[in-house]
Every structure is written in structure tokens, then in C-alpha cells.
């Protein structure tokens, strides 16, 4: 565990400083519009897939008189591009992670390798091709991908599309997905139980078609029924496609749509067509593709977080437009979400979720002048009496509080359709999916702790919004009882701490779902879901629950001997973890020294790591759509942001 650092070594104007140099550099990273766009990874999984889309494109382009457009022109040399990058960019095992940071897995490995046949390059890179064969065969091939995603084929089937349409995997290895679903109306997906997650529904389309396309059923019923939903299901596609042309805004998601579509000879399908110009727009200057075009929102949403009132002030009003004009204010035509929610980006691929919501809610209270009250100590105990001691507690402060800024109705607005959207979405054991409520039991509809977490901690700071609006005047107290959201959400939460309750490991941690750790067993990061989900006991007064006891203790026994955190004890320290997990700590704000002691070596970590290079350097610890890695620029600069305010905050005001 290590030396014990008691708070009078701690070098209180070194943290400033550094504090200082971090809160400087993310406000500087903020674009033209004032928000936060970040940089995503580049992906030799993105690159691989979109490269085989524009190869399929390309041969049915220039089958046909006339086929060439001005975009399918550029397809010969993005495609080198792409395939010269994807063998500049294998790893010494012959295999390819998701990104450049990433270790070697046999999904990536087969995309790429598929590549290089399909394109016909394999004299060009032939020890390339040697190199990716050997280490399929050592991962064990078709079987053992099949083995790494399970049940869920959300992955595994694309996958094995893209293999077959370059000639390497027979068709009959692919198996056929029941794309006449995709005709019956939203609501009655979760009964039909789909063989893909929920966000997933144009890959059981376009990939079901190009498996039927090949190889049809044997049924003849069924062939019957499937022929006969081609042009309808074709309908559905061609209308829940974004405006961008980018589903999710994800190059993946697009390629495999697209290839498909082109495979089985309807390149000149306007839903291939949109994502073809969706794929050449989204390539780089290197030659290689990330793995989604952007996460504008959630990025903005956690730099606000982190740096809260140290957002300047004249920024603001900026922020508040954009976060407001990001809500969904129809249904969504892809997932059917009511409006409320908001997405991951600002781009027309997202969709409304259950983790970029409640990020937004936090961010709007922490922009707005009255929720930014409620500031890093806010907490509450056990809601029965949350009312009465807030309100009590509060009053003889009523006469410092701001007046309401120009904007408060919007965000007030905007709020109340947030929780109504959140309090719809909670699944029947208590807590919250990814994107809709009770559609199955794969990961990305299933409920997460950190998600779980996430929503209740938005949901309580706008219960103290609420109280503080009855406080100043604004509304009357009986109002807020009255609020249709205000009869639910006791029992809400409480259904939502029940869930964390249950799902919590034995040794204390919590296992989430969207942030992996490729160092850890089975990929999983506890550290991020313990730190995410110790927040929400902290911050609506559960210190004491045994849950929440547990939590700090796995966290504290979790930390390395060079005072970082990793995705679990003994892996290498990274800037994300540690900042997390001493966030976390801090804001348990203890006077037991082993608690202290741990978070302020975390704090001596990051700060040594700053003295050394600065904290700018990311670490994959995000997984994506089914163990699909990635990593964002700006996630090492605002986790240790969050983190060093806090510490700053709490030894100042000591």
C-alpha cells in the first residue's frame, strides 16, 4: 500500500500551480463555439471496416457504365491509404488492437486480415498477411471469436459478414438474422426479443439481407417471409439513417451497413450512398479512421463538471445555449426514446442515453446561478427528512444567494423534461440501461451500476434544486410536492440504491459497463465503477450504508505501491484511474488516515506525473459497443482536473 502521506507534506502551492496549468489548458481546449469537441482515437478497427465498405462500393462502381460519382473517385486511393496505414500499424504478435495503444484480439485481427484479401494486397504486404494468419490460428480462428462475444451477436455476425464477402469465412458460418423484425413497430421490439442491442437495428437490416442475399433459408415459409421484407425493411433503414449519413456517427456501425448493402449489389442504394460519403468524410490525413466522429456532448458536459465554477462566468451563457439546443425535443426515430434525453454529440448520429443525460442535468445545475450553489458539498441525508433539514440549514444563508440569470428558465425547462425522460427509462429491477428500457438482456440494454449511479446523482441535485428555488421565492414548496416527477423520484432513487446494493461484487467494487481495462481480468475496470458509484452514495448521504463502506475500502486496498490506481490492483497506473479514484476518496471527505493517506498519494501521483510530462497522455480504458476499445484525448486532462480542484477546494478550506 505504501507510506502514509499526512496533509502538512502535502505542498499545497505545487497543487495550486498544477491545478492552475490543468484548469488553463482545458478551457483552452474548447473550440470556436465555446464548447469542447475532443479528439478521439484513431482505430485499426474503424480503418479496416471502412476500407472494406469503399472496396465493396468500388467494384460495384465500376461494374456498371456510369457508376462512378465524384465521391466513389476517391475511393482507389483512400482504400491504399487505408491499407498501408493498417500495415504500418500491426503489432509484434502479427495481430491489431482497436487502437494504436490497444493489445492485439482476434476481432480487429480478422477485420484487417479480411482486408488485405480483399482488396487483392496480399503480395504487396505478404508478410504482413503471414504475420495476421499466424496469429488467427493461434487465437483459435471463427470459434474463438465466437467464444469472446457469447450470446450477444451484435458484433460477432458483422464481423463475420466482412470475412465472408472478402471470400474467407463460408456463408453458412454467418448466421442469418431475422431482419423481417425490423418491420413491426418500435414498441414492440422489447417483446420480440432481437438477437442484436437495442442500438444495433441497421446491421440486423443490411447484414441480414447480404446473409439472406447468399445463402437463403432452407424453410420455404420463411424464405417466403423474408423475401417479402426486403423493401420494406429497406424502407425502415433508408428512414432511421441520420442526416449525416453516419449511424451513431460511428464509422463501424456505417461500414458494416454499407458493405452489406454493396455486397449483395445495391451500391446505388441511397442508404449505401449517404454512408459512403459518410466514410470518405470521416478519414484523416494519415490515412486511418477513428471509431465515432465525436463526443462533443459528453466532453463538454465533463469538463463543466469538472471545473464547475471555474467555468468563467462570461462563458457561460454560450454553454447553456448549446447544452439546451443539444435535448431531443422529438421521439427519436431509431430507438423510439421519448424527448428529453440528450446524446453523446451534437451530430445527427447520437442518441439519447441514459449516461449523457444526467452528465447534462449536472452540467446545466453546475452553469446555472442558483443550482451552482449546490457546488462540491452537496449532500443530503435520507429523503424523509432531506426537505426539512436542507431547509433549515439553509435559511440563515438565503440573503447571499444569486438572483436567477437570464437563462435559468431554459435550464429549469430543460430539467424538468430530463427527469421525467430518466424516471420513464428505469428498467423493473431498479435500474438503468444504456438506451431503452426492458428491450433484453444484452449488455447495452441491460442495467449498469455506473449508469445507475450516474442517473441518481442528477436526480438528487435536482431535488435540491428544487428546494433552493422554494428557498429564494420562486416557487412555492407545495408546488414542488405537487411535481409530477416530485411523487416518484424518492421511490425512484430508492429502487435505484436497492439495484447498486445488488449488483455490488463481494469484495466491495463495482464492475461498469461502458470503461473497461485491457490490463484487468476479463477487461473489466472496477476502479472506474467503484469511483463512479461511490459518488452517488456520498452525495445524497449514504456514507454509512455497508455498501458504501466497502466501496472505499476496495478502492483504498486497489491502490498501487506508486500511489496511482489501474483498472484493478496491480496494473500500470494511469492518469484517468487514479484521478477517479481520488476524487472519489476525497470526496469522502475522512478523517481515517488510511482513507487521507491514500487519496493524497494519489494526489502526490498525479502531481509528480504532471511535474514529469504533464497529464495529457490517454490510456485505453473505454470499451464501446461489444469490447470495441477506444480513447479520448481529452479524458486524462479533465478526470485529473476534477480531481486537483477538489483537492485544491478541500485543502484550502482547511
Not at 507534506?9 to 495550486?16: H, N, S
Not at 423484425?181 to 437495442?198: E, G, M, N
Not at 446494493?501 to 465503477?529: C, M, S
Request: net charge negative.
Amino acid at each position: 500500500m505504501g507510506r502514509e502521506m499526512p496533509s502538512e507534506t502535502l505542498d499545497r502551492a505545487r497543487l495550486q500551480r498544477c491545478y492552475e496549468q490543468l484548469r488553463d489548458g482545458l478551457l483552452a481546449a474548447r473550440n470556436a463555439q465555446g464548447h469542447w469537441e475532443g479528439e478521439l482515437s484513431t482505430s485499426a478497427l474503424s480503418t479496416a471496416t471502412a476500407v472494406m465498405a469503399l472496396e465493396m462500393v468500388r467494384r460495384a462502381s465500376t461494374a456498371r457504365p456510369g457508376g462512378e460519382s465524384p465521391s466513389s473517385a476517391l475511393l482507389p486511393n483512400l482504400i491504399a491509404g487505408g491499407v498501408a496505414w493498417l500495415a504500418q500499424h500491426q503489432n509484434a504478435d502479427g495481430g491489431w488492437g482497436d487502437t494504436c495503444l490497444s493489445f492485439s484480439n482476434i476481432s480487429t485481427t480478422m477485420l484487417c486480415h479480411a482486408v488485405f484479401h480483399a482488396t487483392g494486397t496480399v503480395e504487396q504486404y505478404p508478410q504482413v498477411v503471414a504475420m495476421a494468419a499466424a496469429y488467427l490460428d493461434k487465437a483459435g480462428g471463427v470459434a474463438a471469436l465466437r467464444a469472446r462475444y457469447g450470446k450477444d451477436k451484435t458484433f460477432s455476425i458483422p464481423i463475420l459478414t466482412h470475412c465472408a464477402l472478402a471470400g474467407l469465412v463460408p456463408w453458412r458460418e454467418v448466421s442469418p438474422l431475422p431482419f423481417e423484425l425490423a418491420c413491426i413497430p418500435a414498441q414492440f421490439y422489447k417483446w420480440v426479443r432481437l438477437p442484436v442491442v437495442s442500438y444495433a437495428l441497421p446491421a440486423l437490416i443490411a447484414i441480414g439481407q447480404v446473409r439472406h442475399h447468399f445463402l437463403k433459408p432452407a424453410n420455404p415459409l420463411i424464405r417466403g417471409i423474408r423475401n417479402l421484407a426486403i423493401e420494406s425493411s429497406l424502407a425502415k433503414l433508408t428512414r432511421i439513417q441520420p442526416t449525416s449519413g453516419g449511424f451513431l456517427e460511428a464509422v463501424p456501425l456505417t461500414s458494416f451497413v454499407t458493405m452489406s448493402l454493396a455486397g449483395m449489389g445495391r451500391a446505388d442504394h441511397p442508404v449505401a450512398q449517404r454512408g459512403m460519403e459518410f466514410i470518405v468524410r470521416s478519414v484523416r490525413a494519415d490515412g486511418s479512421w477513428p471509431i465515432d466522429t465525436n463526443l462533443a456532448t459528453w466532453v463538454t458536459t465533463l469538463s463543466i463538471n469538472a471545473l464547475r465554477d471555474d467555468v468563467p462566468v462570461e462563458a457561460r451563457p454560450a454553454l447553456v445555449d448549446w447544452l439546451v439546443g443539444q435535448q431531443y425535443r422529438e421521439i427519436h426515430p431509431y430507438t423510439n426514446a421519448a424527448p428529453g434525453g440528450w446524446a453523446w454529440t451534437d451530430l445527427s448520429g447520437g442518441v439519447p442515453d441514459a449516461d449523457d443525460t444526467p452528465g447534462a442535468m449536472l452540467a446545466l445545475l453546475a452553469l446555472d446561478d442558483i443550482g451552482a450553489i449546490l457546488g462540491d458539498e452537496s449532500e443530503f441525508d435520507d429523503s424523509d427528512q432531506a426537505s426539512a433539514e436542507f431547509l433549515d440549514e439553509s435559511d440563515s444563508a438565503s440573503a447571499n444567494e444569486p438572483e436567477p440569470s437570464p437563462d435559468h428558465p431554459r435550464i429549469v425547462a430543460a430539467l424538468d423534461q430530463a427527469v421525467g425522460w430518466l424516471l420513464d427509462l428505469q428498467n423493473s429491477d431498479g435500474g438503468w440501461p444504456t438506451f431503452c428500457r426492458g428491450w433484453g438482456t444484452l449488455p447495452f440494454d441491460r442495467s449498469s451500476p455506473d449508469l445507475t449511479a450516474h442517473v441518481i446523482r442528477a436526480l438528487g441535485r435536482w431535488i435540491q434544486f428544487q428546494l433552493l428555488r422554494a428557498l429564494q421565492g420562486e416557487v412555492e414548496i407545495e408546488a414542488i410536492q405537487k411535481h409530477p416527477a416530485g411523487k416518484r423520484i424518492q421511490r425512484t432513487i430508492s429502487r435505484g440504491f436497492q439495484f447498486l446494493r445488488k449488483v455490488q461484487r463481494p469484495d466491495g467494487a463495482w464492475i461498469p459497463l461502458w470503461f473497461g481495462n485491457q490490463h484487468a481480468a476479463d477487461e473489466e475496470n472496477p476502479t472506474y465503477g467503484t469511483s463512479r458509484v461511490l459518488a452517488a452514495f456520498v452525495e445524497l448521504g449514504e456514507m454509512c450504508e455497508p455498501a458504501c463502506q466497502k466501496a472505499v475500502q476496495w478502492l483504498v486496498q486497489a491502490q498501487n505501491s506508486d500511489g496511482g490506481w489501474s483498472g484493478n490492483a496491480g496494473g500500470p497506473s494511469s492518469i484517468e484511474e487514479t484521478a477517479l479514484a481520488t476524487e472519489a476518496l476525497l470526496t469522502v471527505k475522512s478523517e481515517n488516515p488510511e482513507i487521507s493517506g491514500a487519496a493524497q498519494r494519489g494526489i502526490a501521483w498525479l502531481l509528480n506525473r504532471f511535474d514529469a510530462g504533464g497529464l495529457a497522455d490517454p490510456s485505453p480504458i473505454g470499451f464501446y459497443f461489444a469490447k470495441l476499445w477506444y480513447f479520448e484525448k481529452l479524458y486524462p486532462v479533465i478526470f485529473a482536473t476534477a480531481a486537483l480542484r477538489r483537492a485544491v477546494k478541500q485543502f484550502t478550506a482547511r
